[in-house]
């Protein structure tokens, strides 16, 4: 039976900065994960319960390339072999162990496949490679939701919010008042809203590339793939001048279920301008903190909310949630193929 999770996908543990020679535990879609780092830089990520007495190996300590248990000392290498137990001589019975994840280190993020090993395509990461592209500099974060996966992503993909949110934060002019274009393929969801003659929002100014411009014309687009990573391009030009529009900047999301009711939410900010400005930098993380502790609350009171609702009414969707209803159905799809799909030994 399913737990809502789609399994045999790529989920970001971690950004990159995070995880080192200590023992860094996260749950991700319900299993505990530890990772570290070896002496060569490459990650490890193993199931975080040593198979002796199940403490968190999380609570141990990494020696050279293997991980000790902070209980008994049990070790294990990368693979999650046990290479040593000190409590007791002789050879460490044959398959003891834990279970070791496909882990891939790119765009500054740590990807881990919760499926099966033997079907892990690093193919099926997404590109986000904007994240360490020449011509941009950005910024990174990471919040801890107490909402389910699917809420943040409804949130990701209707950003009429944005007045009502975010407006003394990031502006919202032109969201709710232009009309919202959605393309669905396949496993694909991609959105296009043109804003023309709107005022310049607080990171566009910050850039100061419009600087004396005034209003600017703009568009939004953005593009969801399960499961559960969205890219919002920003695109700002002059008024009136259409072939001039271009991405000022750019917020790549990475959504990660933690249980039924939490998630992991990993975030950047990329940008094309003012690229060498660490004041530009450090207001840009300041007002996407802000702008995402503003979500967060929402978030979590309306989690709270529906957990208290005992009279079953579904959600209610407005013309602007097509796209979160798309992705929804999309994870809901994939969902039911994987509990057809035959377990591969």
């Not at 193919?123 to 592209?133: T, V």
């Not at 005992?310 to 994939?334: H, K, M, Q, T």
Request: charged fraction near 25%; hydrophobic fraction near 45%.
């Amino acid at each position: 039976m399913s737990d809502g999770f789609i399994r045999n996908q790529w989920y970001v543990a971690a950004n990159a900065d995070e995880v080192g020679d200590k023992p860094f535990g996260r749950v991700l879609c319900g299993e505990p994960v530890v990772l570290y780092r070896k002496r060569d830089g490459a990650v490890v990520a193993l199931l975080d319960r040593c198979p002796h007495r199940k403490l968190p190996l999380s609570l141990g300590a990494v020696r050279g390339d293997e991980i000790r248990c902070g209980y008994h000392g049990v070790t294990l290498n990368a693979e999650g072999v046990c290479t040593a137990i000190p409590s007791q001589s002789g050879p460490v019975p044959k398959g003891f162990g834990v279970r070791a994840f496909p882990v891939v280190e790119r765009h500054k993020l740590i990807f881990v496949w919760i499926g099966e090993p033997v079907r892990a395509d690093e193919r099926l990461i997404p590109d986000w490679s904007i994240n360490d592209k020449p011509g941009w500099t950005t910024v990174f974060g990471y919040q801890h939701v107490a909402a389910n996966h699917l809420l943040i992503l409804d949130n990701l993909l209707d950003l009429t919010h944005l007045p009502f949110v975010h407006g003394a934060v990031l502006g919202g002019d032109g969201y709710a008042e232009n009309a919202l274009e959605v393309e669905i393929e396949s496993d694909a969801v991609r959105l296009r809203r043109p804003m023309p003659d709107v005022a310049q929002s607080p990171l566009i100014v910050l850039t100061r590339k419009f600087a004396g411009q005034g209003n600017v014309d703009r568009a939004q687009t953005s593009s969801f793939k399960a499961p559960g990573y969205v890219f919002i391009g920003l695109w700002v030009g002059p008024l009136g001048k259409p072939d001039e529009l271009a991405i000022l900047y750019a917020v790549v999301n990475s959504v990660t279920p933690e249980s039924e009711r939490s998630s992991h939410y990993f975030w950047s900010v990329a940008r094309s301008a003012a690229l060498d400005d660490a004041r530009v930098s450090a207001e840009f993380h300041r007002l996407t903190v802000a702008a995402f502790d503003q979500d967060r609350i929402v978030l979590e009171a309306q989690q709270r909310a529906i957990d208290r609702d005992a009279s079953g009414a579904p959600l209610v969707n407005f013309r602007d949630d097509r796209a979160g209803v798309a992705a929804r159905r999309i994870i809901a799809r994939l969902l039911a193929e994987q509990e057809k799909m035959p377990r591969v030994a």
